[in-house]
């Protein structure tokens, strides 16, 4: 054979052995880089639709329909009250304090984002009406008790304690199983401590003190 053509075959075959030797580096390094991607858009994929706390507070849409949860909860019961921090008369300024504005009724709390969704999981058309809140008021006054207890619930709200805060915000003290708690609320969005009530019982709550507040 030749010696020129062997060294050509030479050649070929230092050149085959030299791109078997590089090719497993470079499927490798591939196979790294597509796992990369696979990792990015798994990651992609799965970004929860979750929001801080802090998310909702600052939307002032928070609790239209579209932007309700049914697995958000929250837990209302996280303020405890005592000493002189409890004091009605400390919480708002004397124009707003017990206004009885008249604006507050069932048109209102129908309104609430939340309200259609949960109603109907709760199987419940209606809060209590004014009437019987007023009632309810009426009846603890003749016997000089502070409290009354809310419909469809255990809580023994202090009507004497709702103060209105602003045009629709209001402070109240309600005590449950024994324990005093200090709440806010805003009628006009259904909020209660800044998030939608977990429960028909925590609904009713609401709608007493909006009442309260609030009912003509």
């Given at each position: 054979?030749?010696?020129?053509?062997?060294?050509?075959?030479?050649?070929?075959?230092?050149?085959?052995?030299?791109?078997?030797?590089?090719?497993?580096?470079?499927?490798?390094?591939?196979?790294?880089?597509?796992?990369r991607?696979?990792?990015?858009?798994?990651?992609?994929?799965?970004?929860?639709?979750?929001?801080?706390?802090?998310?909702?507070?600052?939307?002032?849409?928070r609790?239209?329909?579209?932007?309700?949860?049914?697995?958000?909860?929250?837990?209302?019961?996280?303020?405890?009250?005592?000493?002189?921090?409890?004091?009605?008369?400390?919480?708002a300024?004397?124009?707003?304090?017990?206004?009885?504005?008249?604006?507050?009724?069932?048109?209102?709390?129908?309104?609430?984002?939340?309200?259609?969704?949960?109603?109907?999981?709760?199987?419940?058309?209606?809060?209590?009406?004014?009437?019987?809140?007023?009632?309810a008021?009426?009846?603890?006054?003749?016997?000089?008790?502070?409290?009354?207890?809310?419909?469809?619930?255990?809580?023994?709200?202090?009507?004497?304690?709702?103060?209105?805060?602003?045009?629709?915000?209001?402070?109240?003290?309600?005590?449950?199983?024994?324990?005093?708690?200090?709440?806010?609320?805003?009628?006009?969005?259904?909020?209660?401590?800044?998030?939608?009530?977990?429960?028909?019982?925590?609904?009713?709550?609401?709608?007493?003190?909006?009442?309260?507040?609030?009912?003509?």
């Amino acid at each position: 054979m030749p010696l020129l053509l062997r060294r050509g075959l030479l050649a070929c075959v230092v050149a085959v052995m030299a791109l078997q030797a590089v090719e497993p580096g470079l499927s490798k390094q591939k196979n790294n880089t597509n796992k990369r991607r696979n990792s990015q858009s798994s990651r992609t994929k799965s970004t929860s639709s979750f929001k801080h706390p802090d998310y909702w507070r600052r939307n002032p849409n928070r609790w239209k329909q579209q932007y309700w949860s049914p697995v958000q909860r929250y837990n209302h019961w996280n303020r405890p009250c005592n000493g002189l921090g409890c004091d009605p008369r400390t919480w708002a300024p004397s124009s707003y304090r017990n206004t009885r504005r008249g604006w507050y009724n069932s048109s209102t709390y129908r309104g609430w984002g939340w309200w259609g969704s949960r109603s109907a999981a709760w199987d419940y058309g209606a809060l209590a009406a004014g009437s019987i809140i007023a009632a309810a008021i009426t009846s603890a006054q003749r016997t000089q008790a502070p409290t009354i207890v809310v419909p469809d619930s255990s809580y023994q709200l202090n009507y004497r304690s709702v103060q209105a805060e602003t045009d629709n915000g209001i402070r109240f003290l309600v005590s449950r199983g024994g324990v005093t708690y200090q709440m806010d609320a805003d009628c006009r969005d259904g909020e209660l401590n800044g998030y939608a009530p977990n429960n028909l019982s925590e609904a009713q709550l609401l709608n007493a003190a909006c009442e309260v507040a609030y009912g003509s």
